[in-house]
């Protein structure tokens, strides 16, 4: 009888999901690779402003007389690419489209310091010293912190710090896939939230930018632009994440049953950090702390030689503008400083190395890169991103949708666009040419549209499984049960999805429209024609 009870509930409880996530599979399988699908658009751009030229679509320009880019008659005016002229453009520009591109060169330069810290073992070692050392009462808020910090480094949290942190959870007599469950909410479903500044945050900014110059050619986003608001975005979803798993997800796991695992759970022991390890994190960390003293010593002074040369401050400084460059330098010299003395780095040549397999691996972004390039420019071009946005702020403005009930639902649609379109990059190079002109012409800052994004496009990371390591995740929960579905790997993450949801974007009202905090150093809130 009990037998019988137990396999009857979790089809119960597995069937709506099973039927959901059939429907999504579905709907995200009829979507191509994201390179076909840019180069798809880049062509549907191109035919498009044909016909909307031939049927003379225009709208009128709401930025005042005299603004970079309004046309003398006042009004936007689609320009044909499917036309001689058109062709010329394209041909002409294809090539300085793509090495122009903003995301690409931010993107790579900080690819290239957080891959030394990466191969050196700096970030595993930090987060097996963070994870590992935290007391018995603070393990589960800790690995889901370390899950949101590991995003610095792409990879690394999905690969090493989810398994860990199941074997963690195992070794302390607790549900393993309750640890795997606080380590994917940290790692995906935190994917925005960060105390560094990592390489999303260049590609994220060079996609809201390029966006941007649809309204105002002259303005820019850097890297930093969210920076504020994700910083206290992490100890939030830290803690909501610790308390989803000890609250919900683990008391509905129950005890752990050692015989629905596939494989020898002996051979699952943590190894502790070695000796020369230890040496070398405090050397890292004696490293970063020079290094972080001696920028201070270019920026806190008011006579910083990296101030704004024209007002003295911080806004619009070299420092800001150059951010990139202190994301290569803070991970790179800690990097190798910690792979000398733990003995994983030896001289220049293990740097290069570092480097060249990281770039090496960043193959299939280059090639997306390319593509969204093109469509961005065509699209900037015909004035059709313009258009879209003018009459779809005149459609909110007369819908009276605006402040928070906007953003609420700009993020649930970005929540639900990312459950079939899983890459951060591609949905945001589709939707941001759309969403930030529009809400600019509305009145907001293309930095506040672009961290409302952001929460939308983590929070359903971990219910789809268009996310590129969702597979991952299923293969080690597998170890711990190994009857494991997709359904029930879900139905667990689901709670953390709903949570995140609720608290992320009360946080981000409450930050917006009730204190008036900037998201990031020197990002306004809203935005006016005038500046």
């Known amino acids: 009888m009990a037998g019988s009870q137990q396999s009857y509930t979790p089809t119960e409880k597995r069937g709506w999901f099973t039927r959901f996530l059939d429907t999504v599979e579905w709907l995200g399988n009829l979507l191509p690779h994201p390179v076909t699908l840019f180069a798809l658009f880049a062509l549907a751009v191109i035919l498009g402003s044909g016909v909307a030229a031939f049927f003379e679509l225009s709208a009128i320009d709401p930025r005042p007389e005299g603004a970079a880019g309004r046309a003398p008659d006042g009004v936007i005016h689609v320009v044909s690419l499917l036309s001689v002229d058109g062709l010329q453009r394209i041909v002409s520009n294809l090539v300085t489209n793509f090495t122009n591109f903003p995301p690409l060169g931010v993107v790579l330069v900080a690819l290239l310091g957080v891959s030394v810290a990466e191969h050196s073992g700096l970030i595993s070692a930090a987060m097996r010293g963070m994870v590992m050392n935290a007391s018995p009462r603070m393990v589960t808020v800790t690995i889901v912190f370390a899950g949101i910090v590991s995003n610095t480094a792409s990879e690394l949290g999905y690969v090493v710090l989810i398994p860990m942190a199941a074997a963690i959870f195992y070794s302390l007599g607790r549900h393993p896939l309750a640890g795997l469950a606080a380590a994917f909410a940290g790692v995906s479903g935190g994917y925005s939230a960060n105390l560094l500044i990592g390489t999303i945050d260049p590609l994220l900014a060079g996609f809201t930018e390029a966006a941007a110059h649809l309204i105002d050619p002259e303005y820019t986003v850097g890297p930093e632009a969210n920076y504020f608001f994700m910083v206290v975005s992490t100890f939030v979803i830290a803690i909501l994440g610790a308390i989803v798993t000890e609250k919900i997800v683990e008391p509905k796991l129950g ?114 890169v390319f593509f969204a390039a093109q469509f ?16 779809g702020a005149t459609f909110l403005q007369e819908m009276g949708l605006t402040g928070p009930l906007l953003f609420i639902l700009f993020i ?109 150093p020197g990002s306004p809130t809203y935005y006016s024609f005038e500046g």
């Open 255 to 368: 005890k752990y049953d050692r015989s629905e695992a596939s494989i020898d759970l002996e051979s699952q022991g943590l190894e502790p950090l070695r000796p020369e390890e230890k040496r070398g994190l405090i050397g890292a960390g004696l490293a970063l702390a020079s290094l972080l003293g001696l920028l201070a010593l270019t920026v806190v002074p008011e006579s910083g030689v990296l101030r704004n040369p024209e007002t003295g401050g911080v806004l619009g400084s070299p420092f800001l503008r150059g951010i990139v460059v202190y994301i290569f330098i803070t991970f790179a010299i800690p990097g190798f400083v910690y792979g000398k003395i733990a003995g994983t780095m030896k001289n220049d040549k293990d740097v290069i190395n570092a480097m060249s397999k990281s770039i090496g691996s960043m193959g299939l972004y280059i090639v997306l």
């Open 412 to 520: 649930a649609m970005c929540g639900f666009v990312n459950l079939m379109l899983g890459s951060a990059s591609a949905q945001w190079a589709i939707t941001a040419p759309i969403f930030v002109p529009m809400l600019m012409i509305i009145g907001y800052s293309p930095e506040v549209v672009q961290a409302a994004y952001r929460i939308g496009d983590s929070v359903t990371n971990l219910i789809t499984p268009m996310m590129s390591y969702f597979g991952l995740i299923l293969a080690v929960a597998a170890r711990y049960k190994k009857d494991m579905g997709i359904g029930t790997l879900i139905a667990t993450m689901l709670p953390y999805t709903m949570v995140f949801f609720i608290g992320w974007v009360t946080l981000f009202c409450l930050w917006v429209f009730v204190l008036g905090l900037p998201v990031g």
């Open 376 to 391: 961005v420019a065509f699209f900037g071009w015909t004035n059709l991103g313009t258009i879209f946005a003018v009459k």
